[in-house]
């Protein structure tokens, strides 16, 4: 409706200019409707769009926290399991010694 202004009596000829000055001011409000209606649908759709996109980001830095800490915790578990075996290996060591100790002496005495 706001561009009804531009269509001009005059150019629309005479004599059933009036009938089709009333046909394109009615064509034109129509077509202004369904401009206006595509205009909401299509912010409609790009806020729907937008949440999507802000659920997805919010999911993405959510799961790449995640995955850090997946990582950290892999890493300790290495670290864990590389300590236990240098313990044990030590162990198993100390354990020889004292055997080897315990057989010289038993020999010996």
Do not use: W
């Amino acid at each position: 409706m706001k561009y009804l202004h531009r269509i001009k009596p005059s150019a629309c000829g005479n004599g059933s200019g009036s009938l089709m000055q009333e046909e394109l001011r009615d064509r034109f409000v129509k077509l202004e409707v369904e401009v206006t209606k595509d205009n909401q649908r299509l912010q409609h759709e790009i806020r729907d769009l937008k949440s999507v996109v802000d659920t997805i980001s919010k999911e993405f830095h959510f799961s790449r926290g995640e995955l850090k800490s997946v990582a950290e915790l892999y890493q300790l578990y290495h670290k864990l399991t590389d300590r236990i075996e240098r313990d044990s290996e030590k162990r198993d060591s100390q354990h020889q010694e004292l055997l080897n100790a315990l057989s010289k002496k038993l020999d010996a005495g």
